[in-house]
């Protein structure tokens, strides 16, 4: 069945440093991708999202592309901020009922 | 205005109990989705509606059981609560599957 895989965390950055949370995907079809951020205590937001192939999303300083032939959807930032410490999940929604498949998540915490 | 709300936030109770938890969007969207996150983070869907009906069981016990009764509502009942059941739920909607999700604040559940 389909599935995402991200690298594990914790991920521990200095301020201004560059981010690169690693995501790929196995999925049937062409799925969708996604990242979303939980900061603590909170829901989930929706960070960015990519809806075909070659498709490169981003949003608050954060891209990510979707790469069908290595089937990766990877988020970088160039600088991080201390207030984009939370927990991220990279996603793929295929058309089986709109489900969400989830990665692990990877925490991510920046510190000053 | 709260796009997607979920009552109660914390939710607190003894093994055996039956309890429910609602959720609302105010979206417009005709999909929605419960998803349970577990002590590790993980996220996994539930059930999801679309215009009332239920379109993913995602072989959850049948101790849930998810009632939808208009497109904006989604509850969750759940009966004789297993301390297994102590997670985080999450509801979510969207547009129409495989669109963007957005998601509720989450209900931290707490069996004793």
């Known amino acids: 069945g389909d599935s995402v895989t991200q690298m594990e965390g914790p991920v521990t950055l200095s301020e201004e440093a560059f981010l690169t949370i690693n995501c790929t995907y196995t999925?049937?079809?062409?799925?969708?991708l996604f990242w979303y951020v939980q900061y603590p205590g909170e829901g989930l937001q929706l960070l960015l999202k990519?809806?075909?192939?070659?498709d490169k999303g981003s949003n608050k300083g954060f891209e990510a592309t979707y790469r069908k032939e290595t089937t990766s959807f990877h988020l970088e930032k160039g600088s991080v901020q201390v207030s984009d410490s939370a927990v991220y999940f990279c996603?793929?929604?295929?058309?089986?009922?709109?489900?969400?498949?989830f990665g692990q998540g990877t925490e991510l915490s920046v510190k000053p | 205005d709260t796009a997607v709300s979920q009552t109660p936030k914390y939710l607190v109770t003894q093994m055996g109990n039956d309890k429910s938890i609602k959720c609302e969007q105010n979206l417009g969207h005709d999909t929605m989705y419960w998803y349970k996150q577990d002590s590790k983070k993980f996220l996994k869907i539930m059930f999801s509606?679309?215009?009332?009906?239920?379109?993913i069981n995602e072989t959850v016990p049948n101790r849930f059981s998810p009632k939808s009764p208009d497109k904006a509502h989604l509850n969750l009942h759940i009966n004789s609560l297993e301390l297994g059941d102590s997670a985080v739920y999450f509801c979510?909607?969207?547009?129409?599957?495989?669109?963007?999700?957005?998601f509720g604040p989450g209900t931290r559940l707490t069996v004793l």
């Open positions: 996603a793929l929604g295929n058309n089986q009922g709109g489900k969400l498949i």
């Open positions: 999925a049937t079809g062409y799925p969708s």
């Open positions: 990519a809806t075909k192939a070659d």
């Open positions: 979510a909607s969207s547009q129409a599957q495989a669109d963007t999700q957005y």
């Open positions: 509606y679309n215009n009332k009906e239920l379109i």
